[in-house]
């Protein structure tokens, strides 16, 4: 008498960690973008511009905010592809260890909530209408003509601290979500792999022919 196969069902409970993955990948954007991203230009300024023997005349907040673009996507494009989450401990995240195809594409899609955000505040944004401060200026270029300097408590008049407290938690959130999603989905595809394979083929490819080229060809044994 042959013993049955006892066939387990796929726990349902693996969809539920599609939710704390999600919200897992949601809070790392932010924290790239609020705090890993300025604290990568504080340690460039205190650490690797001295070691070159380089003095920058533009203060770490101001460059911080002329490269705002510069300095949130590069880190959250390469914390996306290598998958950063893959190192939190397990008991953290033990739902989001499960080797499931379901659970890659969550990183892909993580750009949903800052870019929700942004579309949640633009409308909210009232240009002034004094005669005092000038022309309006559109939502658009509020959140995205990031500005040049960070206002200080010395100096409060220097620039609109609420404009630039906007475009570091609204603007930024948003660049890191797309590239963190566009990272992700590049490790999903083997995108540079790719490339990079692709190289060392047309590197083969232009060998073989070249040693085709030059290998003398066999003396003719037909009569002169």
């Known amino acids: 008498m042959t013993t049955p196969t006892l066939v387990i069902p796929e726990a349902k409970s693996a969809w539920f960690g599609l939710l704390p993955a999600f919200a897992l990948h949601t809070f790392l954007i932010y924290m790239l973008a609020l705090h890993i991203s300025p604290i990568l230009v504080g340690r460039w300024f205190a650490w690797v511009l001295p070691a070159i023997q380089f003095h920058a005349a533009t203060a770490p907040r101001d460059w911080y ?97 609420v404009r630039v407290w906007a475009q570091m938690s609204v603007t930024a959130p948003f660049y890191a979500g797309v590239a963190y999603s566009l990272g992700a989905l590049s490790s999903k595809h083997q995108i540079f792999q790719r490339i990079f394979a692709f190289g060392k083929e047309d590197t083969n490819l232009s060998q073989d022919y070249d040693v085709r080229d030059t290998t003398p060809a066999p003396p003719s044994s037909s009569p002169d």
């Open 65 to 161: 905010l002329q490269h705002l673009e510069l300095v949130t996507i590069i880190p959250a494009l390469a914390a996306g592809y290598i998958n950063v989450v893959r190192f939190i401990p397990i008991i953290v995240g033990r739902h989001i260890h499960i080797k499931d195809a379901r659970h890659e594409f969550v990183a892909t899609w993580v750009w949903i909530v800052p870019a929700l955000v942004l579309l949640y505040r633009i409308p909210q944004y009232n240009p002034p209408s004094s005669v005092l401060i000038g022309s309006s200026m559109s939502a658009f270029r509020y959140f995205f003509e990031i500005q040049r300097e960070m206002p200080t408590l010395t100096n409060v008049f220097i620039g609109d601290p």
